[in-house]
């Protein structure tokens, strides 16, 4: 059983960084007005914007701004104890918890508005540590105005990444780019400490419009009747407009906002005002975790991936067709924000939208006024973040209590009426709208995603149907592409035409499955998306293609992707202050041959956080290809000893530790198939639902000899993946040597209806049959 492709190592600490340089406006303005030269010319939208979570992205801590109780508050959960109080105008916090003995500490700014307000700290290296105890700033009558934990309950030690000096709750990585106004980190990778640098302290203006200074030098030589009066067309370039918002379609505008408003992971390339988002960031797909299987969010993703999935999205609705861009708050309070257009006259600009009286119980089958009968609480049910902050899911669906259980997802009916269950609700809605408008026969991408989450043998031919409807939002295609890559071996057409879509999202998606392909192949379908016109699709491609031998390019095109691969390795250092981003980095080291300098990055990824399972798998996989089998193994069994370990992420673990002992090498040493036994049934105890572990199990406890026990551990896994093929073959062999062949042409015969054109699967059950 060789081990599989994946895996990392024991966590070392990064280097002490400098004392660094605390965040500051930056002294080179670069086509940046300063901050306030709007205000006079435009009065209305700046003082709308005043009061807005823009303008209050990130202050400095003073009396004006601070909204916490600073009074000689206390504050205590478990073993987290903290003190808020404050010299003059200085605001002070006193913190402590395990292994982390009591220390003062200045607030130096504060960080956002509502529905809390949260407060950051200086620290060594330039960085500014957000604290993980918060301010509730909501009315006293809806329980706020109180000091609350963002992790209630638990504890974390100094060197845990969530820890509030962590990892996860420093801003420059992790906040700082949205919530400034041109903001540089200026990371260093080597000393791992930050320069960073802003040109307005919150989001401000410029932030949305672009840099301002040729705009205002042109309404100076306008004012001085140098340029062209009012009353003439000037176009957005003539005026010093940096870039044209209300040039823009809806799609455009969306982009826009999305640089933040998303979840995504950045390219180091900077502010990219009026360029399209994959440019600037790559965003994040329908990731487990992150989204259920059928789109509505899950983790915190920050709207985009939920917007475009939405029929609204996908007719040309933007997001200032309902948010003030300038208040950041709705347009209309309750129902009449979506009467806007959902009426018996809709607007002219949507022809095909139905014409109906939506605000009333013949649509909605509640009580006028009550919360059920609000469009929002069926169509943008609610998910909680950071414990007091819910926020709506923006892809506008429809409440599909049918497809629970196909999907593994939640629905907005159940949520409120928890008395309900889903096949209730449905049966409900059917009653109300009849079989044809809401019923299970509809098919929802939802049942195709979830069948790839299980690993089900239906899933490559969900995915594919997927893949190639135009009519499907492209987030979707794309989250399709990427689960159809364990199938690569049955769609590789579909894969391949992929590279070519028309979405940016779906080449970017296709681009990391041919990286293990043959290199001319992977020349002949990769080099040419070097040329792509959208950064995130360049990247990709030259992620996939760095470990390629120039000698299998043509000459004419080898100085071109050697360019494009140095500025991508330059970006990525520029950003490798996350874990994520370091994988990223070590990945591209590794492929291009330099294995010392990818395992120190993979090393300093699980330093940032001993948790991070991508790179602790990863460098896993580069130990165990190097012979290193005894460091890989350490490696593994350093990562399961750690507390806090997810179990699902525990149980990968045993898994693959279970793998390299199974292999040659670890055979040869005593114990080392009963080791590797337990290993087996610990990650299956870790992770019931990984059907691969049960295989692999039955296939060892038969080899041992223990016959009965290889059975149940085969029809364990077939409890959690009926169709799945390997578990079919197990049974078929272990029940036929251990004579059982009635049971043996038992599961031929469910095998053979997953795979009628099997040939061999008939020359299978003559031989069964002959030894009856």
Known sequence: MALMAGLLAAPESIAQAPQGTPPTTATEAKGYAPEGSCASCHEAETQAW?????????????PDNVLGDFDDASFEDGEVKARFHRRGDTFLATLEGPQDPAETFEIRHTFGVRPLQQYLVEQPGGRLQSLTIAWDSRPADEGGQRWFSLYPGQAFTPDDPLHWRGRYQNWNAMCADCHSTNLEKHYDLESDSFATT???????????????????DWAARWQADEVAPASSPASAGDMGLALDLADMDAPELVEQCARCHSRRQMLGAGPVHGAPLTDAALPSLLGEGMYHADGQIQGEVYVYGSFTQSRMYQQGVSCMDCH????????????????????????PRFPTMQRNNYDSPEHHHHT??????????????????????????????????????????PDACTGCHQDLSPADAAAQIREWFGDDSRSASRSHYGVALQSARLGRPEAPDY??????????????????????????????????????????????????????APEGARVELLLPL???????????AVKALAGTSLMVMPQERRAAFLEARRDYERRLEQNADLPGNRLNLAVLLARTGREDEAEQQYRAALAMDPYFLPARANLVTQLSAEGRQQDARALLKDGIALDGMPAPDRGHLAY?????????????????????????????????????????????????????????????GRRQAPGDPDLLYALVY????????????????????????????GQLERQLRGNQ
């Not at 364990?486 to 579909?494: E, H, K, N, R």
């Not at 029940?735 to 699967?761: F, K, V, W, Y």
């Open 530 to 540: 070097i040329d792509d016109e959208r950064l995130a699709v360049r990247d990709e």
């Open 463 to 516: 995915l594919k149907a997927l893949i190639e409807d135009d009519d499907t939002p492209d987030i979707v295609r794309a989250t399709a592409v990427d689960a159809l890559t364990p199938f690569a071996g049955d769609a590789l057409p579909t894969l391949e035409q992929a590279l070519q879509d028309e979405s940016p999202l779906v080449r970017a998606a296709a681009a990391p499955v041919f990286a293990q």
């Open 50 to 62: 005043q009061d807005s979570d823009h303008a209050w992205a990130l202050r400095d801590a003073t």
């Open 324 to 347: 003030d861009p300038h208040t950041s708050e709705v347009k209309i309070e309750g129902n009449g924000l979506c009467l806007q257009c959902h009426n018996p006259a809709p607007p």
């Open 368 to 409: 006028p006024g009550s919360e059920g009968a609000q469009c929002v609480s069926c169509h943008m049910p609610e998910t909680t973040y950071m414990v007091v902050d819910p926020r709506r899911d923006h892809s506008f669906r429809v409440p599909r209590p049918d497809l629970a259980e196909a999907t593994g997802s």
């Open 656 to 716: 693959l530790l279970a793998l390299s002992l199974a292999e040659d090498g670890g055979m040869q040493e005593e114990g080392g198939m009963e080791e590797a036994l337990s290993w087996l049934e610990k990650a299956a105890e870790w992770r019931p639902d990984h059907a691969r572990t049960h295989y692999n199990r039955g296939l060892m406890l038969d080899r041992l000899g223990r016959k009965d026990e290889a059975l149940a551990a085969l029809e364990q």
């Open 734 to 761: 272990v029940n036929a040597t251990s004579g059982r062949i009635p049971q043996a042409l038992s599961a031929l015969a469910e095998l053979r209806r997953l795979r009628p054109d099997d040939p061999r699967l």
């Open 198 to 216: 802003w040109h307005e302290q919150s989001v401000g203006c410029q932030s949305c419009h672009g840099p301002a200074q040729d705009h205002l």
